[in-house]
């Protein structure tokens, strides 16, 4: 299915901010009237759609990026309870 408007209006936001931290949730709150968790919910999503890495591709590779390496941290990452001994 096609780009809709608003995934275009969440990409063109997203290659705008990049990472700006709290001014950036902010932004979100007032230009996209979303919570940032509906927000990145919404982005997650356009990561993985064909439509939205033709429309903007180096936006979308670099998000793959991100999240393939929060994924890798995740992965790797010590469970709870789980510490390393000190040297």
Known sequence: MPLSD???????FEARWGRHGAAKEEAVREELA???ARYYQLLGRLVDDADALAYAPM????LR???EAQQ??????PGPGVHRAAR
């Open 59 to 62: 936006l979308v590779h670099r």
């Open 65 to 67: 990026r991100m999240r």
């Open 6 to 12: 608003r995934d275009r209006v969440l990409l063109d």
């Open 34 to 36: 979303l919570t940032p």
């Open 72 to 77: 890798t941290v995740a992965v790797t990452a």
